[in-house]
T-cell receptor
Framework: GNSVTQMEGPVTLSEEAFLTINCTYTATGYPSLFWYVQYPGEGLQLLLKATKADDKGSNKGFEATYRKETTSFHLEKGSVQVSDSAVYFC???????????FGQGTRLTINP | GAGVSQSPRYKVAKRGQDVALRCDPISGHVSLFWYQQALGQGPEFLTY????????KSGLPSDRFFAERPEGSVSTLKIQRTQQEDSAVYLC???????????????FGSGTRLTVV
């Protein structure tokens, strides 16, 4: 079946550190891939997306590249801020289906 | 409205009680989804509407769960005879169209936190 696996958290970093959150997937066909972020007390917000192999999604300094050969979509940021503290979810959507399949989430805490 | 609105924000139910959770999607959004998010987990798909038609209910965990969207706008998720394992955050999401969902994802509401005691 279709599934998403994220690196386990929680992840704690100091401000200005480099961030990587790993995400790998299993899916039929060529899914669209997404990263969502959930700030405390808020709903999930779309952070970035990629719809085909080798696409790079980017937003707010975050980037992720759709790697078909490794079935991965790792999230990266060069210099994190305290305001990036949140839970991050990797998700996929297969062609022809409407639902998103989410990973278990990774809680990120950035200390000043 | 500007976003997806869900009510109530919090609900405490006694085991065996029926509950109804409401979702107001963004005006004009065709696609509407319900997800269940257990503590410390990612959201799990429950059901999908396109306008008033429920096209996929494969994620509903039991026949105690029922969802409707009679006029193609507001949706209600009803849980009958609640059990402790139903405790979770219930998320609603909407999208302008199925194609937009593929390209841009959805807009999520803040959720209803259900606690069954």
């Amino acid at each position: 079946g279709n599934s998403v696996t994220q690196m386990e958290g929680p992840v704690t970093l100091s401000e200005e550190a480099f961030l990587t959150i790993n995400c790998t997937y299993t899916a039929t066909g060529y899914p669209s891939l997404f990263w969502y972020v959930q700030y405390p007390g808020e709903g999930l917000q779309l952070l970035l997306k990629a719809t085909k192999a080798d696409d790079k999604g980017s937003n707010k300094g975050f980037e992720a590249t759709y790697r078909k050969e490794t079935t991965s979509f790792h999230l990266e940021k060069g210099s994190v801020q305290v305001s990036d503290s949140a839970v991050y979810f990797c998700a996929l959507k297969v062609q022809g289906a409407q639902k998103l399949v989410f990973g278990q989430g990774t809680r990120l805490t950035i200390n000043p | 409205g500007a976003g997806v609105s869900q009510s109530p924000r919090y609900k405490v139910a006694k085991r065996g009680q029926d509950v109804a959770l409401r979702c107001d999607p963004i005006s004009g959004h065709v696609s509407l989804f319900w997800y269940q998010q257990a503590l410390g987990q990612g959201p799990e798909f429950l059901t999908y509407f396109q306008n008033e038609a429920q096209l996929d209910k494969s994620g509903l965990p039991s026949d105690r769960f029922f969802a409707e969207r009679p006029e193609g706008s507001v949706s209600t998720l009803k849980i009958q005879r609640t059990q402790q394992e139903d405790s979770a955050v219930y998320l609603c999401a909407s999208s302008p169209s199925p194609l937009a969902a593929s390209n841009y994802g959805y807009t999520f509401g803040s959720g209803t936190r259900l606690t069954v005691v």
